[in-house]
């Protein structure tokens, strides 16, 4: 049995985790003294009120040692691991997997850096978690995921760039006055770094334009499909219905934004990934 394992960047839904089995080890929340576990130890709406009431927060990799006891119990049932994390142009995480896969000789273990995030990281570890349950081996599954890394897509639209400018994650930001301007940036992943796709006025103009270019993407093609979000739960639910009524969709979840990643975005984000399937 090969066993996968992600960072919850992924926002993976628990259901999915649950019945793939996927190991997903924790992005971590500094609050002053106190470290907090992305996804166990605190909510996105802990987090937000946390920030609200003038807080600062940060975020931190996995150490190295909690891959190692990761890898290190896995070991003990599996016959190797698939370690899938979040674009290393934006954090560590791959780094940190790697120097731990190094420290272990029982098994097999490959680390991917997926190059995207959020759910467009999810669905190359959701292929490889269907591959192992069919009893793919290792380098196929790797091979799988370095594929359809072209294949998956992430966009998002932000009430507030105020948080992002803040994190440092995205730098250029700072040289927009898109709060003042009242600009909606669409963020996306590319080459592993966080850009900005196109600036509209309106929230509404923005969510159309993350549309258009998911119809140029995807054409007629079947489509899975994760909707993510910040505080905008039925504005999540109702662009899934959207979609599911314009596209092919073979599944689609609506999933929040986990802690890591809403204090860097604040709350109103709503975001887009989806993978294609290829042509017959």
Aim: proline share 4%; charged share 25%.
């Amino acid at each position: 049995m090969l066993a996968v394992v992600t960072d919850s960047i992924a926002c993976l839904p628990l259901e999915l985790v649950e019945r793939y089995h996927i190991r997903v080890v924790p992005v971590r929340i500094v609050r002053g003294e106190r470290v907090y576990r992305d996804g166990i130890d605190v909510t996105p709406e802990e987090a937000f009120a946390w920030l609200e009431a003038g807080e600062v927060l940060t975020t931190a990799q996995p150490a190295v040692g909690e891959f190692l006891d990761t890898y290190e119990e896995l070991s003990r049932i599996a016959t190797g691991i698939v370690s899938i994390h979040v674009s290393s142009g934006v954090t560590g995480v791959v780094q940190a997997a790697a120097a731990a896969a190094r420290l272990i000789e029982r098994i097999p273990i490959r680390v991917v850096d997926s190059r995207a995030a959020t759910m467009a990281e999810g669905f190359l570890v959701l292929a490889a978690a269907r591959l192992a349950e069919q009893g793919a081996d290792l380098e196929t599954i790797v091979r799988r995921v370095k594929e359809l890394r072209s294949q998956v897509r992430f966009f998002a639209v932000l009430d507030t760039v105020t948080y992002l400018v803040r994190s440092g994650r995205a730098p250029w930001l700072a040289q927009l006055a898109v709060d003042m301007l009242q600009v909606k940036p669409i963020l996306t992943l590319r080459d592993g770094k966080i850009v900005s796709l196109e600036r509209v006025r309106t929230r509404r103009r923005a969510i159309e334009a993350m549309l258009r270019r998911m119809e140029q993407d995807v054409g007629e093609r079947p489509v899975h499909v994760g909707v993510l979000h910040a505080g905008a739960a039925e504005e999540a639910a109702e662009l899934r219905q959207t979609i599911e009524e314009r596209f092919q969709v073979v599944e689609s979840f609506v999933t929040p934004f986990t802690a890591a990643m809403a204090i860097h975005t604040g709350p109103g984000l709503l975001g887009l990934a989806y993978c294609a399937e290829s042509p017959a």
